[in-house]
């Protein structure tokens, strides 16, 4: 904790958890995406279900795939700036079964076909878990650098990324690994105590049988 | 000078030590443990402190709506009242009130603010701190200075306490933002200290047991207003501390205290939209009307 934990941080209001958590579930999600999208599908669960056009949790969700942070000023312009951008966007209420009371999930599709579906909550301050990518679940907060990784699961993968990391001095702080089946794909998330630069990112997506690889860090 | 933030006392006791101000102190610390220097972290205060005031300035102009379209244009009739020369309370006070409603109103609408330490209570600290440069003529720096010392208020109460609604009720939430505000007074009007413990205890009494209950779950039904009040509770405990006035109980003991109110606390008053205000007649009228009849509460918000 320090000074900027209690005077901060800079966002677009009303509320930490509902706007400013909102447009960092959304980032990540766009993130994910890698390419623009042109399709949205927002389901809202719990309390961003009943609260977000009070809340701007939709606008905030929507900034966040465009790519905007907490504290960008077109936040409340978002909607528009997306029909611009030719995002097209749903937002269905739902009910997400055992979720935290403040869960978004989101299906972005790009212009290509390309669709990533995350599930993520906002549990307090601006603080984010993702719980989900592609129906597999995971757990990361964009606290320190993470990587997420898809992968295809074959044996080695997993050693040459640490063995990479561990090779430039970065540290894992924390790992996990999720998979659909044997042999199928596979997301690892790994957060790490330095900083990942951006080559280390492209080095790593390069690498075989790695499907897609993103570097993050919301904080 | 190596220090936590475990008691107030400790950061006081420190400051008398080195004959110093609280928020050199706490700058210079926090420099050492983010691994930085001391003037990029308070250029990053400046920054901070630069939204609050613009977010004060946005306030009170007219034509400030709320997403919800429940709130907004308070702070202009504040601002109005003392342009016309007809508020009651002098131009220090009353100038407090604008502000604090202003930032409030400001997030409401989806503007830009600083959470301090939260976007529910964001108004309280750049109201005072922001009425100390424009009615004392204090320095902008002094006042920059002065958002390390209510940190350090904030940092003592997120250890020994909380900082949100969700886990202690509104007197975590503008309770501490008052305490952190007074504190900044003090220390701007030029107080020892001591005074920045009393006051910073005086103002925890004053908002001990305060409720979270906004109306259907949105940071505005009672939250803007609680604002004016949070920096008019920051004015009063200054005030009394500056006078010599000592508060009986110690600000780390009513620190603990805000902590036992809120553990005991029903859960309908910390910020699930269930009981208080949001209970009432009109809070659950207003709750039908924004989100219709679907659920009986009108859910969280930090």
């Given amino acids: 904790m320090n000074v900027f934990d209690i005077v901060g941080p800079v966002m677009i209001g009303p509320s930490s958890s509902h706007t400013a958590g909102a447009v960092r579930i959304g980032y990540v999600t766009g993130l994910l995406l890698g390419k623009p999208a042109v399709k949205a599908e927002i389901h809202l669960h719990g309390s961003f279900a009943k609260t977000y056009k009070g809340h701007g949790t939709d606008k905030a969700l929507i900034a966040g795939i465009l790519g905007m942070m907490p504290d960008d000023e077109r936040i409340r312009n978002s909607p528009l700036l997306a029909e611009e951008a030719g995002l097209a966007v749903t937002i269905i209420p739902d009910s997400i079964p055992g979720a935290h009371p403040n869960t978004a999930r989101i299906i972005l599709t790009s212009a290509e076909g390309g669709q990533v579906s995350v599930q993520g909550s906002s549990i307090g301050g601006g603080n984010i878990v993702i719980n989900q990518i592609n129906g597999l679940p995971v757990e990361f907060s964009g606290q320190s650098d993470t990587l997420i990784i898809l992968h295809r699961d074959i044996a080695g993968v997993i050693a040459e990324v640490s063995q990479y990391l561990g090779e430039r001095g970065i540290n894992i702080s924390n790992f996990r690994l999720s998979r659909s089946e044997k042999g199928g794909i596979a997301i690892m998330t790994i957060e790490v105590d330095g900083k990942v630069e951006p080559f280390m990112n492209e080095h790593i997506s390069g690498m075989p049988n790695i499907l897609r690889s993103i570097a993050l860090r919301l904080h | ?302």
């Fill in chain 2, 1 to 302: 000078m190596d220090f936590h933030y475990d008691t107030l006392e400790q950061l006081l006791e420190a400051a008398r030590r080195e004959n110093c101000k609280l928020s050199s102190l706490v700058l210079l610390q926090q420099a050492k443990e983010m691994e930085c220097t001391p003037q990029s972290i308070f250029d990053r205060m400046e920054h901070q402190y630069d939204v609050m005031t613009q977010a004060v300035q946005k306030g009170l102009e007219p034509g400030v709506r709320s997403n919800s379209g429940l709130t907004g244009g308070d702070a202009n009739r504040l601002a109005n009242q003392i342009n016309g020369q007809k508020h009651l309370c002098g131009d220090l006070f009353t100038g407090a009130l604008a502000r604090a409603m202003a930032v409030a109103e400001i997030n409401a609408a989806m503007g830009c603010i600083v959470a301090a330490p939260t976007a529910g209570s964001c108004g309280i600290l750049p109201a005072a701190v922001i009425t100390m440069q424009q009615e004392k003529s204090i320095s902008k720096k002094e006042c920059i200075m002065s958002l390390f010392t209510a940190s350090a208020v904030g940092m003592v109460i997120a250890k020994n306490a909380c900082l949100s609604g969700a886990q202690g009720g509104c007197q975590a939430e503008c309770g501490s933002a008052g305490a952190m505000a007074a504190a900044a007074i003090v220390e701007l009007a030029g107080g020892t200290p001591d005074m920045i413990g009393h006051a910073v205890a005086i103002a925890i009494k004053n908002t001990l047991g305060l409720v979270c209950d906004p109306v259907a779950g949105l940071v505005e039904i009672p939250c803007i207003k609680r604002n004016a009040s949070g920096v008019s509770n920051a004015f009063v405990a200054a005030e009394l501390a500056l006078s010599g006035i000592k508060s009986a109980i110690p600000a780390d003991e009513t620190i603990i205290a805000m902590k036992n109110v809120g553990d005991s606390m029903h859960t309908s008053l910390k910020e699930t939209g269930e009981g208080g205000l949001a209970a009432t007649p009109t809070g659950k009228r207003i709750f039908q009307q924004l989100f219709g009849t679907d659920g009986a509460k009108g859910g969280q918000s930090i």
